[in-house]
Structures are given as structure tokens and as C-alpha cells.
Nanobody
Framework: QVQLVESGGGLVQAGGSLRLSCAASGRTFSSYTMGWFRQAPEKEREFVAAINWNGGSTRYAFSMKGRFTISRDNAKNTLYLQMNSLKPEDTAVYYC??????????????????WGQGTQVTVSS
């Protein structure tokens, strides 16, 4: 089992950047497929990006591709999300999630077993 704790959220102006981190406990982080999701007020949870166990493969939601970069450092048990060119519509609570199943980089939240508590990102116009 792994516990996940996000950090790095905050208030930023449109066009700015933020880097989110997700610190994982446990010795099995390097075997997990990891993902980022977000949920804005009164909206459904939305897939942002996913990364495979060694960082060799990534997957992005269409609207984030080119602006967001997911990465991981298995030596530090940490997942990252670099967000550039932020827009007001990126305002949401961002969650990291992980699973150890064989089905890889899924864009459906229910496929992930472990979740962090979320970190708020607010982009002002």
C-alpha cells in the first residue's frame, strides 16, 4: 500500500506556472502507474496525465498536452506535474493517484487504487 500527499498548489495569474508534487510513502512506489486528476467546483473529476512505472511512457488529456508535463523521481518517491501557460479554467483541486495493476496508464479514476488528499490550484484572470 502507498500513501500519497500532494503539495505545490496555490494562486497564480493566467499565463503563469506551477509545479505540483506528490510524495509517496512505501517502498513500492517505483512499481506503480501514477496519474494526476483534477476536479473543479460542480464539475466531474477529470483526467490530466499519467505516467508508467519508470517514467518512460506518458499520457495526457488533449487539453493539457503541450502545457503540462508529468514526471517522476523513483529515487525520491515523488511524482510531479509541471503546469505552464495556466488558464483560469485550470482552476481545480488536483489529485495524484496510483495503481499497481497491469492495465497501465488509464484515464478513468476508478482504475486507480490510491489517492492523495488534493491540492488547490487557482488561476486568476
Amino acid at each position: 500500500q502507498v500513501q500519497l500527499v500532494e503539495s505545490g498548489g496555490g494562486l497564480v495569474q493566467a499565463g503563469g506556472s506551477l509545479r505540483l508534487s506528490c510524495a509517496a510513502s512505501g517502498r513500492t512506489f517505483s512499481s506503480y502507474t501514477m496519474g494526476w486528476f483534477r476536479q473543479a467546483p460542480e464539475k466531474e473529476r477529470e483526467f490530466v496525465a499519467a505516467i508508467n512505472w519508470n517514467g518512460g511512457s506518458t499520457r495526457y488529456a488533449f487539453s493539457m498536452k503541450g502545457r503540462f508535463t508529468i514526471s517522476r523521481d523513483n529515487a525520491k518517491n515523488t511524482l510531479y506535474l509541471q503546469m505552464n501557460s495556466l488558464k483560469p479554467e485550470d482552476t481545480a483541486v488536483y489529485y495524484c493517484a496510483g495503481h499497481s495493476k497491469a492495465y497501465g496508464m488509464q484515464d478513468r479514476g476508478e482504475m486507480y487504487s490510491y489517492w492523495g488528499q488534493g491540492t488547490q490550484v487557482t488561476v486568476s484572470s
